[in-house]
């Protein structure tokens, strides 16, 4: 069970998807990594990192990423960030973008697209006046098998569950085969996902009003969250669109962004951009 090639790894890991760990993490990798190996003949994950390490990336590779990023989430998470949204953040949005009368939303590592859903449902329930916009929810994620799940809009009795009311579940759901639950049409078509690596090649994208990229800076490090942020600021929609990052991430003294705080949530807006 040779560890010689977790270096290697920890910087092709880095390279590809943005993810830093070390050795203080290897119980991470044994956790995640095990059902990648055994699933593909390994005896260990140890043997897998080898042969990762000496061959050029292919599904493999990606297999072992995708293993390695986080989806936990869950409907509405985080409730202070929803209620600034519905309180403050949208209709300061809306009433700047009623000339043109579209809204621009992307949720970036959406997971298993359950942030996404929260805003399409927030927005029906909340914001009648939207019903004649152009309402466009961009979804990125880089695991191509959860974002599968996030277009099915299939949830287990506990994902459904967690964040959601009953009058939400009652309403912008329905009920399936084997306790699931699977979000009404309606809602999953206001949502467009599709596959991004936010340390890859950026597709070409809209501005967007509002920029939701919450929890996933905590696992870059800070070269590679300053190139992201600076990609992030060239795709904000002039000076009032907005960025919402996790409860437990900062920009910190970036000069690109202006902190904005509320009484529960802070949020980020561009500073010398030029609205197009």
């Known amino acids: ?77 985080d409730k202070h960030v929803f209620e600034a949204l519905r309180k403050k953040i949208l209709p300061e949005l809306i009433e700047n973008r009623k000339k043109d009368r579209t809204l621009r939303i992307w949720s970036s590592a959406c997971s298993a697209g359950q942030e996404a859903y929260s805003l399409a449902m927030m927005l029906r329930e909340d914001f009648l006046q939207l019903n004649d916009w152009t309402i466009y929810i961009q979804a990125t994620d880089i695991s191509e098998s959860i974002l599968e799940k996030a277009k ?9 569950h967690r964040g959601l009311d009953t009058h939400y579940l009652h309403k912008y759901f329905e009920h399936i085969e084997k306790g699931a639950y699977q979000i009404k049409p309606a809602i999953r078509q206001m949502v467009n996902f599709s596959h991004h690596n ?34 992030m600021q060239q795709q904000l929609n002039g000076s009032d669109s907005i960025l919402i990052l996790g ?6 003294h970036n000069d690109l962004y202006k902190l904005i705080t509320l009484d529960k949530i802070s949020y980020y807006k561009p500073n010398t951009i030029v609205k197009v």
């Not at 760990?21 to 005896?43: C, F, H, I």
């Not at 501005?207 to 490090?221: E, G, P, Q, T």
């Open 152 to 160: 099915s809009g299939v949830y287990s009795s506990m994902e459904a």
């Open 1 to 77: 069970m040779s560890k010689e090639y977790l270096p290697q790894f920890y910087v092709m890991l880095e390279r590809q998807v943005g993810i830093a760990l070390d050795d203080t993490k290897q119980y991470l990798l044994e956790s995640r990594l095990m059902p990648v190996a055994t699933q593909n003949g390994y005896p260990d994950v140890y043997a897998l990192i080898k042969v990762l390490t000496q061959t050029p990336v292919g599904p493999l590779h990606w297999k072992a990423f995708e293993a390695l990023t986080t989806n936990e989430t869950s409907f509405f998470r």
């Open 247 to 252: 409860a437990a991430e900062s920009i910190y």
């Open 198 to 231: 936010l340390v890859g090649d950026w597709p070409f994208y809209p501005k967007f009003d509002l920029i939701m990229l919450r929890n996933v800076l905590i696992y870059f490090k800070q070269d590679v969250k300053d190139k992201v942020l600076s990609k």
